[in-house]
């Protein structure tokens, strides 16, 4: 199984600032890694697929990059509603296996 | 527009069955893959099964193989999860996630349910 891995389990930031989250595949898997954001209570959303390809409706505030084992994705202007955990996950093999995920907190 | 409703869920014991269901509107639901995927209390998120559109293709993880069974209904727009042998480990807050396609958005989840709660519990 592919392993996903997201070095910080936490962040905290200011509104205005902007934050980069990694994540790290154990293995090539291409550009086949989704970000998701997930707030209490809410259904997860997927904000990028493909590695950088942006969701209808997701703010432009937020990007990803990368290939192969190494991603990240920014969120620039951080605003108050940002505030959320944030998992990357790989589809390039089943299972199609999450990293711990990064709570971002708004200060 | 998508609307995903999980229903099914419950307290149960602790080598005993539950099928969770989730009712499929606002797209062409025998057209896409989903998934199953479950969050356990204070953890994150851990995917769980993947049928094709048309159930011809299964995929499920370790952690479940054998003992879940991912199906669906096309003419009823609805997706099941039969769960047998439950353990303490699988409750969980389990979410119906619509497929996105392999060619745009690379299989990952776009439309995901509100999700049920399943505790196994004695």
């Known amino acids: 199984d592919i392993q996903m891995t997201q070095f910080s389990s936490s962040l905290s930031a200011s509104v205005g600032d902007r934050v980069t989250i990694s994540c790290r595949a154990s293995?090539?898997?291409?550009?086949?890694l989704n970000w998701y954001q997930h707030k209490p209570g809410q259904a997860p959303r997927l904000l990028i697929c493909k590695a950088s390809r942006l969701q209808g409706g997701v703010p432009p505030r937020f990007s990803g990059s990368g290939s192969e084992t190494g991603f990240s994705l920014t969120i620039s202007n951080l605003q108050p509603e940002d505030s959320a955990t944030y998992y990357c996950q790989q589809s390039y093999s089943t299972p199609y296996t999450f990293g711990q995920g990064t709570h971002l907190e708004i200060k | 527009q998508v609307q995903l409703v999980e229903s099914g869920g419950g307290v149960v014991q602790p080598g005993r069955s539950l099928r969770l269901s989730c009712a499929a509107s606002g797209f062409s639901f025998a057209t896409y893959g989903m998934h199953w995927v479950r969050q356990a209390p204070g953890q994150g998120l851990d995917w769980v099964a993947l049928?094709?559109?048309?159930?011809?293709?299964?995929y499920y993880a370790d952690s479940v193989k054998g003992r879940f069974t991912i199906s669906r209904d096309n003419s009823k727009n609805t997706l099941y999860l039969q769960m047998n042998s439950l353990r303490a480990e699988d409750t969980a807050v389990y979410y119906c996630?619509?497929?996105?396609?392999?060619?745009?958005?690379?299989?990952?989840?776009?439309?995901w349910g509100q999700g049920t709660l399943v505790t196994v519990s004695s």
């Open positions: 293995q090539n898997i291409s550009i086949y």
């Open positions: 049928t094709w559109y048309d159930g011809s293709h299964k």
């Open positions: 996630v619509r497929d996105s396609g392999y060619d745009y958005g690379g299989n990952s989840g776009d439309h």
